[in-house]
Nanobody
């Protein structure tokens, strides 16, 4: 059974930075992975995704240029560097993994097979 555990969330002022990490129980090298977030009262939304071997990355327009997704398959880990944070970035952030092979960009919740428990990010104004 695949397990994903996020860490690195916290409280930060607007304009600040945070780095989220996701540790996977399995070998990630063949997985498509992503980050999603969910604010109170809102649906879970796509943030960023990365293909196998880091060949492709894709970002939501709302975070493009501020967030960077990366992976270290030697450590079975996924990261999200978040810079220039805004209050509207406040949400619970989730790590997700798709173990089924794909060549397409995957941004939908049901594209992913496994999820972490989430880590809270709060950006104060």
């Amino acid at each position: 059974q695949v397990q994903l555990v996020e860490s690195g969330g916290g409280l930060v002022q607007a304009g600040g930075s945070l780095r989220l990490s996701c540790a996977a129980s399995g070998r990630t090298f063949n997985w498509y992975m992503g980050w999603f977030r969910q604010a109170p009262g809102k649906e879970r939304e796509f943030v960023a995704a990365i293909s196998r071997s880091s060949a492709l990355t894709f970002y939501a327009d709302s975070v493009k240029g501020r967030f960077t997704i990366s992976r270290d398959d030697a450590k079975n880990a996924l990261s999200l560097q978040m810079n220039s944070l805004k209050p509207e970035d406040t949400a619970v952030y989730y790590c997700a993994a798709r173990t089924r092979l794909t060549a397409a960009i995957r941004t939908a919740v049901n594209d992913y097979d496994y999820w972490g428990q989430g880590t809270q990010v709060t950006v104060s104004s």
